[in-house]
Nanobody, 118 residues
Framework: QVQLVQSGGGLVQAGGSLRLSCAAS????????MGWHRQAPGKQREAVAI???????NYKHSVMGRFTASRDNANNTIDLQMNILKPEDTAVYYC????????????WGQGTQVTVSS
């Protein structure tokens, strides 16, 4: 089993910055990709940034150039630096880790609220 504990987030004005962090513990050797997802009220959860174990990162198009995800495999952490935040970025953000083997397990952090005021 893998546990993910998130920190960061909060309330910021449009144009501001926030940083999210996520620390994995437990059976971390099972982890393949890690990433950040978000869910706005009334909408489906969506991927924001995905990082492979090799460090390849993919971003949702609307956050490219504003968000930067980073991963530290030695410390089993993943961060999300969010700059030039927009009101449409308001959502609950979730850290995610997926097992490296096909059809493996997926684990989620507890979620953290990010609110961007206009």
């Amino acid at each position: 089993q893998v546990q993910l504990v998130q920190s960061g987030g909060g309330l910021v004005q449009a144009g501001g910055s926030l940083r999210l962090s996520c620390a994995a513990s437990g059976s971390v050797s099972r982890i393949g990709t890690m990433g950040w997802h978000r869910q706005a009220p009334g909408k489906q959860r969506e991927a924001v940034a995905i990082i492979t174990s090799g460090g390849t990162t993919n971003y949702k198009h609307s956050v490219m150039g504003r968000f930067t995800a980073s991963r530290d495999n030695a410390n089993n952490t993943i961060d999300l630096q969010m700059n030039i935040l927009k009101p449409e970025d308001t959502a609950v953000y979730y850290c995610n880790a997926r097992e490296s083997q096909p059809f493996g397990e997926s684990w989620w952090g507890q979620g953290t609220q990010v609110t961007v005021s206009s």
